[in-house]
């Protein structure tokens, strides 16, 4: 099971796809553009493979908690962590990462 975080669009969409077709379940993170999600969670689908769109913003500890257990309850325990969404996060693992440089005023 794999989260995809800015896989809405462009190469984030493109990981998120080609994640499923070596079989992940993907979560298609966005924050503004639903419909964008919603297109990637069906091409994937169309060819047979799972995914869900969930609406996250990346810079809040406490809506990627959220997102986290929805997609563990949709989808099983995250086995791969795609950070995409922006090229501004620091490089330092996840679990590490300074939540305070990023949150949104």
């Known amino acids: 099971m794999a989260v995809g975080d800015g896989a809405s669009r462009g190469i984030g969409a493109a990981t998120a796809k080609r994640l499923a077709q070596h079989g992940a379940a993907v979560a298609v ?3 503004q553009s639903e419909t964008a999600a ?5 091409a994937i689908r169309e060819v047979g493979g799972t ?3 969930v609406r996250a913003d990346v810079r809040d500890a406490s809506q990627c908690a959220t997102m986290a257990d929805e997609v563990k309850r949709t989808l099983g ?7 995409n ?10 679990l ?10």
């Open 29 to 31: 993170n966005y924050f």
């Open 38 to 42: 919603g297109e990637v969670v069906a």
């Open 51 to 53: 995914a869900v769109a």
């Open 77 to 83: 325990p995250v086995d791969v962590l795609v950070l």
């Open 85 to 94: 969404a922006s090229i501004s996060f620091p490089v330092v693992p996840f």
């Open 96 to 105: 590490k990462y300074p939540w305070r440089s990023s949150r949104r005023s």
